[in-house]
């Protein structure tokens, strides 16, 4: 920066010699865009104070573009633009500010300045003051237009007619207003035939009187162009007098036929606004009497509203009107309560509920439901919802409230009764929870000692039976055999179904309750390799390793048992295709496990689906526990199970684990 200074001061001499007999302005930038050097002409061209003695940013002195009102951004400057390499020339600026309240118009020329290593090391920029110049081209450029436009707009033809040599005279301009050729030669007779019927009669006159009275006339008449078009036409003449009297007149002729037909339409329109205005005055009057009867009607509407209805002046705090309603339940005449203050309705009990809704009321314009205590005049409290709407003016800023106070006294009666009934019913809940909780404990703990106790004597009944078959020839006796057979596949039943008790019964043990930091990921997997699944095509989709709190042994049993019944349960002739899904659902991890197997008639049996020993496929083995030792792991872990199925065509069942 300072390097770059002292190479722009070393130009100083040379600045100095030139800039005293110019009488443009001219400035050095650094490549900060910031002055370094300014002439006289420069100072006065944009309006500066006085010349800078040391390097000050160059400010944004209201130059405009051409049309006198965009600003220039910084970037289009010429000597930004100068700075970037670029050489401008003869850029057209318009300046305007303070010190130049009309503007000026500034040529402006700039180009970069480079040092011996062809680097920028700033800009100079020349600009002539063209203000005078410009001016001109302006009044000469309007005058210009104002003349084509008057052409254009007036229309106006010369006539005149000849009576020592008996001819007729027309214009271009006057035989275009005809529609005749440029080389139609009118005559008197001809000329006068070109008038409307109405109009006719009417020019003969004045030509009359303007040959034989010398008068001149100016009045405004209609004509039939020669291409069969009717047109108003103002016609002026003026008669000369010589030695043998009126020798002759001449005049201009202008189709007015837009103005007439607008006059005219001016006219009509005149009347009908006098029709609409007699029309308007009478509905005004009719609806002047409507809107006094709704007035009427409003005030007794609102008098007589069952809510309290009041404004509030919102910069005052007072109470501007209010209905019938808030004297009849407070106990306040209105005189009593208009321009009083609103906070004195308020119980003390609600002094700081309103305060802080009154700062709510600031921000967001409204109030809801607010629910506080208003004081009556013999100081009883009396409870009420609040409900208030801001009035604003054009500005946005709030000038008046409308509030509505509701009588919630029954409520809040209500509202204790039903608080005592609840505390009520939630007793009793939990008196007969606590009494339900025992029961099952002593149905299942029954349940469990009896699979225990009935498991001995089981086991001795298998004993002997294999004695038996050991000791009697079952070949020479088939009947003895078969029902040897029989009692065998009941011990072996009648075992799986206490194992299934012991399960349900596990589930309530303390163990089952312990919970641990569980891959579920790494659980399917571990599932899906202990599974013997040849027949089966099993996929799995998760988009990362999703991890769980919850009993490994009890995942592990639920993961397992829904993979081996979609294996299980699948159609006879088909592969089985199983496709398990790991996603997450709010505040809920799942596994959903779809197949294309046998399915389920919902409607049917949606409500045995998850029971004990329920089996809705009878002809596959099976104890009919799994699904709902599903249920009751998730349940007592706070998670859930959904099924979806069609027969025939397949079952997903979405697992819901609690994070």
């Known amino acids: 920066m300072n390097s770059e200074y002292a190479s722009l001061k070393d130009l100083k001499q040379v600045f100095d010699t030139l800039a005293s007999c110019m009488k443009e302005a001219l400035i050095i930038v650094n490549t900060k865009g910031q002055f370094v050097k300014v002439n006289l002409s420069a100072i006065e061209m944009f309006g500066l104070e006085k010349e800078p003695n040391k390097p000050e940013m160059a400010k944004y ?49 700039a180009k970069p300045i480079l040092n011996s290593g062809k680097e920028i090391i700033g800009a100079v920029i ?54 005749v050729g440029p080389d139609f030669i009118p005559d008197l007779e001809t000329g006068i035939n070109f008038y409307d019927e109405d109009s006719k009669p009417i020019i003969t006159k004045i030509v009359e009187d303007g040959i034989i009275k010398n008068k001149s006339w100016d009045i405004k008449l209609g004509i039939i162009t020669a291409k069969g078009n009717h047109k108003w036409v103002r016609s002026i003449g003026r008669p000369y007098v010589g030695k043998q009297g009126v020798e002759k007149v001449v005049g201009v002729f202008q189709d007015i036929t837009k103005d007439k037909l607008a006059e005219d339409q001016l006219i009509k329109n005149e009347k009908e606004i006098k029709k609409l205005n007699a029309q308007l005055k009478e509905k005004i009057e ?78 967001e314009g409204e109030i809801k439901n607010q629910r506080l205590y208003l004081k009556k005049k013999n100081g009883e409290k009396l409870p009420v919802t609040l409900n208030t709407s801001a009035i604003k003016d054009a500005s946005g800023n709030i000038i008046q409230a409308n509030s509505v106070w509701r009588d919630i006294t ?13 505390n009520e019913l939630e007793n009793r809940v939990i008196e007969r929870t606590e009494e339900i909780q025992k029961v099952n404990e002593e149905l299942e703990e029954f349940a469990y000692m009896t699979t225990h106790d009935l498991k001995s004597p089981i086991s001795n009944i298998r004993g002997h039976i294999e004695i038996l078959e050991l000791e009697m020839n079952t070949s020479s006796n088939p009947v003895i055999g078969q029902s040897i057979h029989w009692m065998k596949d009941s011990i072996e039943k009648a075992e799986s179904n206490i194992q299934s008790i012991i399960k349900v019964a596990q589930i309530r043990e303390p163990a089952s309750s312990i919970t641990t930091d569980v891959s579920l990921n790494k659980i399917i997997k571990q599932v899906i390799e202990d599974i013997n699944f040849e027949k089966a095509e099993i996929s799995i989709s998760t988009d990362r390793d999703y991890r769980i709190s919850f009993n490994e042994k009890n995942i592990y049993s639920i993961i397992q048992n829904l993979i081996s019944n979609s294996i299980k349960y699948k159609k006879s002739d088909t592969t089985a295709v199983i496709n398990i899904k790991v996603f997450d659902n709010n505040e809920y991890t799942c596994v959903s496990i779809s197949d294309n197997g046998l399915g389920i008639n919902l409607d049917m049996n949606q409500a045995n689906l998850f029971g004990m020993f329920k089996r809705l496929h009878d002809h596959v083995e099976g104890s009919g526990i799994g699904l709902y030792l599903v249920k009751r792991m998730l349940d007592a872990a706070g998670g859930k199970i959904e099924v979806e199925s069609k027969l025939n065509e397949g079952s997903t069942f979405t697992v819901f684990f609690k994070k």
């Not at 633009?81 to 401008?88: C, H, Q, S």
């Not at 209905?323 to 309560?337: F, I, R």
């Open 61 to 109: 002195y209201g130059a405009f573009h051409l049309d006198e009102k965009t600003f220039y951004k910084k970037e289009e400057l010429p000597s930004y633009r100068a700075l970037n390499g670029e050489n401008v020339k003869d850029e057209i600026i318009f300046i305007r500010n303070s010190k130049k309240p009309n503007g000026v118009y500034a040529c402006a020329n």
């Open 126 to 179: 020349v600009a002539t003051n063209i203000t005078e110049q410009k001016k001109r081209e302006t009044e000469i450029q309007r005058n210009k237009d104002l003349l084509e436009q008057s052409q254009q707009m007036a229309q106006i033809g010369y006539w005149e007619i000849d009576l020592i040599q008996n001819t007729l005279e027309w214009s271009n301009e006057t035989k275009i207003i005809h529609e």
């Open 286 to 363: 009719l609806r002047t009497k409507e809107l006094s009867k709704t007035k009427q009607d409003y005030q007794k509407l609102y008098n007589e509203a069952p809510d309290m209805m009041a404004s509030i002046d919102t910069n005052k705090l007072t109470i501007i009107d209010c209905n019938q309603t808030v004297c009849d339940y407070l106990g306040y005449s209105k005189a009593e309560l208009v321009n009083q203050s609103f906070l004195n309705l308020y119980h003390s009990d609600s002094y700081n509920i309103i305060k802080r809704a009154i700062q709510q009321f600031k921000k």
């Open 410 to 422: 029954q409520l809040e009666k209500v509202e204790k009764e039903l608080k005592f009934l609840n």
